[in-house]
Structure formats: C-alpha cells, structure tokens
C-alpha cells in the first residue's frame, strides 16, 4: 500500500485558537507542511518555533498562495474571517473556519455562496467545546455533580 499523502496546512492567524489548532496539527502524522500567518510578526514567529512550523508570513495571502498548502485553517480575530476565507475558497483549498464566518450578514452571505460555488470542503469551528474547562463542567453536568443546570453563560 503506498503511503498517505501527507497534507500541507495553513494556518491564518496565530493566537489562542490558531496557537492550539496548530499545535494539534504538529503532532499529526498526517501534516507534512504547516504555514503560519499572522499580523503580529512577534507572535507568529513564537509560534513557528514553538511548533517547528515551515513557513510564516505576515501576510495571510501570501500564505495561502503557497505551492505546499492544500488545507487551510481561518484562525484569526472573528471580524477578520472574511478576506482570508475567500482568498482561500480562490485558491480550492479546504478549509475549517472558526465561528463565524464573519461578523455581518451580507458578509456572511458572501462567503456562503463563494465556498458552494466553488465547490470547496469547508466547515466552521467552535472551539471552546474542546477545552477542557468546559470538557470538566459538562462532564461535571453530565454526572450531576453540580445538580439541575437550568441555564448557564460564558465567557
């Protein structure tokens, strides 16, 4: 059997979310490649060395526009979801996009349309459900150590 293709990934954005996303990807054996992209310069290259990323840029096009990338995941602050998105759907690359896909509806529907016309895999995360504080309070609910939740906020 030949080997699996190994896939090459972009990450947008490099803070909390794209810091965790990306050091769940290193570990992968399924990642070949792994490109970081961020506006703060600082913070993207702590992550590329924290990780032993391939590749970071300042700029997310450039990135995306890459040769090795085939996946590509939109991390950066929720009201900049769109341009990266859309320059990733250009590019026919697959895509997790964090929630949402952007902070306006018009917007939204723009990015909508462009991933089912262009016919890209793409689906939109939330990530909070996988940390592990919220992990320990639904565990915590689901066994009733905490009693009959009615109601519950978070930030």
């Known amino acids: 059997m030949a080997d699996p293709k190994q896939l090459g990934l972009a990450v ?3 803070g909390v979310v794209g810091r965790m996303r990306s050091q769940l990807a290193s570990d992968f054996p399924g990642i070949g ?13 702590k992550l590329k060395d ?13 990135l995306i526009e890459r040769p090795e990338v085939d996946a590509v995941i939109i991390a950066t602050s929720t009201w900049a979801h769109t341009e990266p ?4 759907v250009d590019q026919g690359h697959m895509m ?13 529907a723009e990015v909508s349309a462009a991933i089912e016309s262009a016919g890209v895999d793409a689906v939109v995360g939330y990530t909070q459900r996988f940390r592990r504080r919220f992990l320990v309070v639904k565990e ?11 109601a519950a906020v978070t930030r």
């Open 12 to 14: 947008v954005g490099c």
């Open 33 to 45: 490649w792994i490109g970081l992209s961020d506006t703060n310069e600082a913070l993207g290259k």
């Open 85 to 88: 998105t859309l320059a990733a």
């Open 96 to 108: 997790l996009i964090e929630k949402p896909l952007a902070t306006d509806a018009r917007e939204s």
């Open 50 to 62: 924290d990780i032993g990323a391939d590749y970071f840029t300042t700029d997310f096009r450039q």
């Open 140 to 150: 915590r609910i689901q066994t009733g150590q905490i009693g009959d939740v009615t």
